[in-house]
């Protein structure tokens, strides 16, 4: 459907993280050797996200994005490597049928210093998010007064599963502890995507997330693979290049990235669902 990367250590170019080894993630959107049943290519836009300091010592998120194959963009070699972050997230997009191919639909979706991409689909993504909202709304005294109104998903850059989901997975980080507190993301994205499946179990839920510290990212479906030392860390949803240390991460996973910290840990157990990998892309949404 996607595919999707994150890096974080020492500073490096913007756009030398888009172009990158030998199966980069450029080469992955014409390429891509494990979509599983996503479609064939990623050549529905593209969009990079990095980190910066301000001149008040806080952290922001920039992002570039382009509703055109990322092949075709010349700022990826002539603009984005005049960029240098310690943090980067990028993705590339294949987009469902029904859905709009337009800038605002490509990922990464961003926030105050998150940043968030979506690999995979939600069946019926209107009717579930809506119900998603609703159950989270019902129980707002312990989450959040206000944040989940259903209303709030008209607050999406795009009529797209993955805009969507972002406006849930951002107010479940409202609820939050302040920078410095990690524990709230894992559980936010672990609740989201129980959620999601509760009410579309055919629904495939690589979340990516990162907030210029941690890198967090889920499992269902579709691959990801992680290369993780004492100087950097990368989540990749297919390694770029041939080093041995890659990774791959397990279906189910909730994983937590730092240099010098991998941790992965099951996904709660979908509710009992026919088949969800028998859907072919280009389902009506």
């Known amino acids: 459907m996607c595919r999707q990367l994150g890096y974080l250590g020492p500073q490096v170019r913007v ?34 996200a990095w980190w910066r300091d301000d001149a008040d010592d806080s952290v ?3 992002r570039y994005r382009n509703s055109a194959p990322i092949w075709t963009d010349p700022a990826v070699e002539e603009v984005l490597p005049q960029l240098e972050s310690w943090a980067v997230l990028a993705a590339v997009r294949s987009a469902t049928v029904g859905m709009p191919i337009e ?7 961003t926030h105050g210093r998150w940043a968030f991409s979506h690999n995979g689909m939600v069946p019926q993504w209107r009717r579930t998010l809506a119900a998603v909202a609703a159950e989270f709304d019902s129980t707002a005294a312990e989450l959040g007064a206000g944040l989940f109104e259903p209303t709030r998903l008209l607050e999406a850059e ?13 107010g479940l980080l409202a609820t ?6 990690w524990g709230a993301a894992p559980a936010a994205l672990s609740l989201l995507v129980s959620a999601v499946l509760a009410h579309a179990p055919r629904s495939r839920l690589n979340f990516l997330l990162g907030d210029g510290a941690q890198l967090w990212a889920t499992t269902w479906h579709h ?43 099951p996904l709660p ?17």
């Not at 795009?158 to 951002?170: E, G, H, K, Q």
């Not at 979908?270 to 088949?275: H, L, R, V």
Request: net charge negative; hydrophobic share 35%; with cysteine.
């Open 15 to 48: 756009g030398d993280m888009l172009t990158l080894g030998t199966h980069s993630l450029r080469t992955q959107a014409w390429a891509p050797k494990d979509m599983r049943r996503g479609g064939t290519i990623n050549a529905d836009g593209f969009g990079v």
């Open 60 to 62: 922001t998120v920039s």
């Open 103 to 109: 800038r605002s639909a490509c990922a990464p979706f």
């Open 158 to 170: 795009s009529a797209t599963d993955s805009a969507t989901l972002w406006v849930l997975l951002r």
């Open 176 to 181: 939050g502890a302040p920078d410095g507190e």
């Open 223 to 265: 691959s990801l693979s992680a290369l993780v030392t004492d100087d950097f860390a990368i989540l990749s949803s297919e390694p770029f290049d041939d080093d041995p240390r890659w990774q791959p991460i397990p279906d189910r996973s909730l994983v937590t990235a730092r240099p010098g910290a991998l941790s992965v840990d």
């Open 269 to 285: 157990t979908a509710p009992a669902s026919p088949e969800y990998d028998a859907i072919p892309k280009g389902t009506p949404q």
